[in-house]
């Protein structure tokens, strides 16, 4: 597939690739920071299966629009969260968000450009994580909205800063500042904002010197481990997730009448 052709189609993705092959998508919701929802959790999946079929792309750089990465208004999905036929749709769409970003078969770049409150994993996936210091992680989407971490976070987080910290982290809902995740090892360097996209750019045009073949199976070595972790876990979690969601459905039903 060409750029051309995927370029427009997602609406919360801004595309844009360099003569050196270094695709940058930004994210956003008309214009400005990408606010989780339904559209990003259907579009994005087919997005990253399209950047991943294009081998003009050398490298990817993710990022977010203003002084957010990912944030989050109000329920995470509304009424679909009660709905089984809407949760069959997020699980379909929730497997494929996580597997297909790691299909992408060239070295990826975050460039976590304020909070990351939604879906940090499309963050802290890529092979180098950057952040601005005013950025910050935080799980507000699952356990203080009422729903069970279940769509990787309740893999990579724990497998990055620890299992004790990890379930800490999703229990609480509590926020790692850009220094912290630093410190514990989810992130490689931490930037004054002016300075996060520059370097991540700077990384993307040195990496993207190397030989396409080299970087594409550099990327399959390091995406094994964790989609071996994916394999054996995401499917147990999202529908774990589904089951903890409908069982909070019939739990305010029963109050209610």
């Known amino acids: 597939m060409k750029l ?10 801004v595309l844009s690739r360099d003569d050196a092959g270094v695709l940058t998508i930004r994210l956003h919701r008309q214009g400005g920071p990408l ?19 294009d081998r003009d792309n050398r490298v990817v750089i993710l990022t977010g629009t203003g ?8 329920s995470h999905f509304g009424p679909d969260l009660i709905d089984p036929d809407g949760w069959d ?10 597997n297909q970003l790691l299909d ?12 990351a409150i939604a879906h940090s994993e499309l963050a802290v996936l890529c092979d180098i994580v950057l952040c601005s210091d005013n950025a910050y992680f935080e799980d507000a989407a699952h356990i203080p909205g009422g729903l069970l971490p279940g769509d990787s976070m309740q893999i990579i987080w724990p497998m990055l800063i620890g299992h004790n910290r990890g379930r800490h982290f999703l229990l609480t809902g509590r926020r790692i500042s850009a220094r912290q995740a630093l410190e514990w ?28 073949t080299l970087l594409r199976g550099t990327r399959h070595a390091f995406t094994r481990p964790l989609k071996r ?29």
Request: overall charge negative; glycine content about 10%; hydrophobic content about 50%.
């Open 229 to 257: 972790a994916m394999l054996e876990d995401l499917h147990v979690g999202l529908s774990l997730e589904a089951l903890a969601a409908l069982a909070g459905r019939e739990r305010s039903r029963s109050e209610a009448g």
């Open 185 to 212: 090892g989810a992130v490689a360097e931490v930037l004054p904002p002016g300075e996060l996209l520059p370097r991540a750019e700077e990384l993307a045009a040195t990496i993207a010197a190397y030989h396409p």
């Open 35 to 53: 606010m989780w929802g339904g559209v990003p959790h259907a579009e994005l999946p087919e997005l990253f299966a399209a950047v991943a079929s």
């Open 104 to 115: 992408i078969e060239v070295p990826m770049i975050a460039a976590v450009n304020g909070p």
């Open 4 to 13: 051309e052709q995927y370029q427009e189609s997602a609406r919360c993705a």
């Open 67 to 74: 002084d957010t990465f990912i944030g989050m208004t109000g």
């Open 89 to 98: 749709r997020i699980l379909f769409e929730g497997l494929r968000l996580v």
